[in-house]
């Protein structure tokens, strides 16, 4: 009977964990993908590599918080099956429908429902964790307006990328060794740009797999079936299954139907949102990548819009037509999260409070609204399906 439960136990977390993959691939590679950086295949494999690397070295710590500290319950394979069956069918849901849920509000809320049907809930730790996603979306948001506001133009002007037709690289035979060059058309800065993209992806994975690993295999370590290195490859070995088959419908969703956002305003969120998330991490706390870097591509958007009054000028009451299509652009060559559109050229930049809301892009399309009504319909519906679901079994169940 052991054995059975032990076979459940590893069937339910490998169903979580291939979940997680589904749905973070899309999030960490779905700009690189709907840009034709890279192909799905090289996504899925960077996001397995890279997710299993921040899963070893920083999730542990998040493993330590949903393993033991979140609930009193001792977890028994049979409570560890009930937990993680109902993250894994609420992900489940989110990925037939393409949209990357939250696996960390999930997994909180799957055990969150078994601590309030027990009685064994502990309260400090949940306000914690509450407490940081509450704060963790502000902070992206206000770094993210300080980078638009008073760095992100001439991040443009500097960085912004431009594709060119042909291979990035190709292999260059003129020597006696054979050495990669760059393409007949590629510049320098567009090789460094896509280099960029891909890194920042890898990272991304990096924050993922540190934030999410615990949330498939958490409550098998807190049970002590599985050892807490055994459960992290057996997490990572999951997600990286979830990312060659599932993950394709949400880098789709992400890369392609949700945002035309451009590829450097993609880079600088990716970045804000992976070092809040992974920073969490290491507190412990398992963070919701998704709504940190929704805040982040609003307080990008708002703070590039603001550089059309000073502060002295918005303490006087002057306020600026503020929208997140500042950050769309005018090329016609630079790629978008969509891989249309382009980035914006920054040009010879006006001071602060002198630049004409004319000069800088009115709203557009930055969001197409029925595929981002549907993701944060299912963001929040997912996790509060998992709370409700884990809580009934343990309230009435016979478990």
Do not use: H
């Amino acid at each position: 009977m052991t054995d059975a439960l032990f076979a459940a136990g590893l069937l339910v977390a490998v169903f979580v964990g291939f979940n997680i993959g589904g749905s973070s691939t899309g999030v960490a590679f779905g700009p690189a993908v709907g840009s034709d950086t890279v192909s799905k295949v090289t996504a899925a494999a960077l996001m397995s590599v890279f997710a299993l690397l921040g899963g070893w070295t920083v999730g542990r710590e998040v493993i330590q918080t949903l393993g033991s500290d979140l609930v009193t319950t001792q977890f028994t394979l049979a409570v560890s099956i009930g937990v993680l069956f109902f993250v894994g069918a609420a992900l489940f849901l989110s990925n037939v429908a393409g949209v990357p849920a939250s696996t960390s509000m999930t997994a909180v809320g799957s055990m969150a429902g078994l601590g309030l049907a027990r009685g064994t809930l502990n309260w400090a730790e949940m306000g914690y964790i509450v407490t940081w996603w509450l704060v963790s979306p502000i902070l992206a948001f206000w770094v993210s307006a300080v980078v638009g506001r008073y760095l992100y133009p001439r991040l443009v002007d500097r960085f912004a990328v431009s594709r060119t037709a042909g291979d990035l690289l190709v292999l260059d035979r003129s020597g006696a060794v054979p050495r990669p060059a760059l393409g007949p058309n590629t510049t320098p800065r567009e090789f460094a740009g896509t280099v960029t993209v891909v890194a920042i992806g890898c990272y991304m994975a990096f924050s993922a797999g540190a934030s999410n690993v615990a949330n498939a295999v958490a409550p098998l370590v807190g049970s002590d079936a599985v050892g807490m290195d055994a459960g992290i490859l057996i997490g990572g070995g999951a997600i990286a299954l979830g990312a060659f088959t599932i993950a394709r419908r949400t880098m789709d969703t992400v890369g392609n139907d949700l945002t035309e956002l451009p590829l450097l305003a993609a880079i600088v969120v990716a970045t804000v949102s992976s070092t809040v998330v992974t920073v969490l991490s290491a507190l412990g706390v398992p963070a919701s990548f998704v709504v940190i870097a929704t805040m982040s591509i609003v307080g990008l958007g708002w703070g590039r819009a603001t550089r059309t009054v000073t502060l002295s000028e918005t303490v006087q009451g002057e306020s600026p037509e503020v929208s997140v299509g500042a950050l769309t652009a005018d090329a016609d060559d630079a790629p978008t999260v969509g891989g249309e559109g382009g980035t914006p050229e920054a040009g010879d930049l006006a001071p602060i409070g002198d630049e004409d809301a004319a000069d800088i892009p009115a709203a557009s399309d930055l969001f197409e609204p029925k595929t981002t009504a549907r993701v944060i319909f299912l963001q929040n519906i997912v996790p509060s399906v998992a709370t409700v679901a884990s809580y009934l079994l343990f309230r009435f169940g016979p478990i």
